[in-house]
């Protein structure tokens, strides 16, 4: 038996059953996107001074990876408009850009941008103990010009073998570069571009250390939303990749042969799951990334 | 969209559907490069110190705090226009049926609802 309104309109929706389908899909993605973002303003709104971190993550990699999904909105888009004019070459083309595109996203944040926050290190000073590293932290001026302190020393931990063995008294952090000179009014905002850990390597004591973690979920409320949201977002990339992968292979070309216009729905519905993904990045950059 | 009419029987009508979806697909270009070039002025106003803007040309001053509150708000306004542009042209809600658009008020609804409650949550003096 075939599967009924895959086409033509139901009289009672006045809508093939896929569009309204993934309509109530989305509805509940929005919640599901919905708590986790509800959670990510709770946690901020209730960090304490200096505990929300600002300018951790790579803003020209994030703009990069941004443009790449708005570009795969665009192409998909394309792709299904060629179908509806009944084009396959251009069909398939554009489908194999969106695939791409959709690869490339992944890529980066899995091998690029993940990978460097684990090998980064954070080093929480005790209260007690941040008038010790005032040369590092520079909050005498902070405090006069009202801003948050800093309570967190970062950069490339030189000596791991200290973490494990408690002989070793202090950490040894090639120093991120805000470190280096904390009293540069150019650093009380976060850089544009991604500069590495200098060469300046800072001396802390452990008994000077309330806590030191690499830049995971585990650091921070910010890095655990991080993870968690641009995780779910990134499976979400992924699902997509697969569907359309599918729609891409020869399987699809002779459904194609067939009925061109249930192949145009399917692509129609599969690309509103992925403007969805789209739309969700929209804000998680910004958020995650710039503010 | 509406459905294509059926090409074996008429290629005539047929031709003016598919004349009438490229000039769809030159909007779709248009918004595809507005939403690049917003993402690009997202990221240049995520520089531009609000607190101090604002402070100078309304004549207040305006704490760090709450500079770092303005330049939230005005980074969500261009995240909402563009977000705008995504569900209004790539996901064809600029013209719906009206059953989605009944789903998405229900939608609307309820997020509001989750939000409200976080707030909640946030605001509740017995705990703070």
Redesign the interface.
Known sequence: MEIPYTISTRPDTGLWNAKIGIWLFLASEVMLFGGLFSAYVFLRLDAQPGEWPHGLLNVPVGTMNTAILIMSSVTVVLAWAALKMRRYGAYWWYMLATIMCGIIFLFVKLYYEWPQKFEHYGIFIKPAALEKYEQYLGNNRRSEKGIEPRIEISGHLHNPEALKDANIKEYEIGLDPVYVDPNNPANDRPHFLYVPPTDHVAKIEKEDVERIDSFGPWHSAYFASYFTITGLHGAHVLAGVLVFIYMWLPVSKKLYQRNPEHLANRVEVSGLFWHFVDLVWIFVFPLFYLL | ?N??PD?AQDPKEYEEY?HG??K??RG??M??AL??TF??V??AL??V?FGALFSRIFRVNL???QG?KA??TV??L??MF??GL??AV??HLAAE????YR??I??GF??FA??W??YL??YNPIVR
């Open positions: 969209m459905n294509p090409v598919a979806v490229q769809h697909v779709y270009l918004v595809g939403l690049l993402t690009a997202t990221v995520s520089y110190d704490s760090p705090a770092g330049n939230i980074a969500l261009v995240a563009k977000a995504v569900a790539f996901m049926k009206r059953l989605i789903v998405l229900f939608t309820f997020v989750l939000f409650l976080t949550a946030w």
